[in-house]
């Protein structure tokens, strides 16, 4: 698998001073590829706006994401400020780039670790990833306990999944679990590509469905999940609306009055 430098070279804008990479879920996936090819680890973060508020208040959540490989727009409003600063970008949710690249024959070369979730959802997904790659592009699986962010993982964990070799650990944490889980271990990982999708595997295991196509369209994905699951996200969602708002608003009056050009860069 060959790769032209200059055309993997990626660009990007900020949200919340949180770069944010201008990608669509096709480049998406080739840049995975090519990052993977590479073998020199590192990671990619899938950011809603549930990481641009977080990062507001956590700078080092902020400095974490802006040192990935790769950061994708999960969140219509994280678009609209792409679009306002003139950047091309489009929405790539964790559901659909994980789907995306389980369905991509070529991802078959590559050995998958599925860390994260619970395990008769993660069963499901590696069943599925199974059905899609084969059996010889799976590497493993690990559901850990819940715990705290930033704690460690069991060194016996970590070299149990070391030694599998996988070329792509795919880490189904919540935010911002997942981002210090990568950050912390990456190094244990050095040929190793991390990438945190959140909940993508409850969705491409189909325990979970995803909004209809026009409520994701007009930004409001996140009251049909509320909706669905009140007890669990309205303790979020009661911060992370608000929070993301006073961004949008701020990105809207810094753009009107900055006069300057803000495109991908």
């Known amino acids: 698998m060959t790769f032209n430098d200059k055309k993997f070279q990626l660009k990007s804008y900020t949200v919340g001073d949180v770069k944010i ?18 073998k020199r680890g590192g990671f990619i973060t899938v950011t809603s706006a549930h990481g641009i508020v977080e990062s507001q208040s956590d700078d080092h959540l902020r400095q974490i994401i802006n040192s990935a490989e790769m950061t994708l727009a999960d969140g219509t409003p994280i678009v609209w400020v792409g679009m306002l600063k003139g950047a091309p970008v ?23 670790y599925f860390y994260g979730g619970q395990p008769s959802t993660t069963s499901r997904v590696v069943a599925r990833a199974i059905e899609q790659l084969g059996p010889n592009a799976i590497a493993g699986w690990h559901c850990p306990p819940i715990r705290e962010v930033g704690i460690l993982e069991d060194p016996i964990v970590v070299k149990r999944i070391a030694e599998t070799k996988p070329d792509i650990i795919w880490v189904g944490l919540s935010t911002p679990k997942q981002e210090y889980w990568m950050a912390n271990h990456a190094k244990f990982f050095p040929q190793t590509l991390l990438v945190g999708v959140g909940a993508a595997f409850d969705f491409f ?45 701020a990105e809207a009056i810094g753009r009107r009055y900055s006069g300057t050009s803000s495109s991908c860069r």
Not at 21 to 38: K, N, P
Not at 92 to 98: H, I, K, L, R
């Open 90 to 112: 489009r929405r790539v949710t964790g559901a659909e780039f994980v789907n995306r690249v389980m369905h991509d024959t070529r991802t078959s070369n590559l050995r998958h």
């Open 205 to 249: 295991a189909g325990v979970q469905s995803r909004a209809p196509k026009t409520v994701q369209k007009f930004g409001f994905e996140w009251l049909f999940r509320l909706v669905k699951e009140p007890r669990r996200l309205w303790p979020r969602y009661r911060r992370v609306v608000p929070g993301m708002l006073k961004v949008l608003f």
């Open 21 to 38: 990479s201008c990608v669509d879920r096709e480049r998406a996936v080739d840049m995975l590829l090519h990052i993977a090819s590479q």
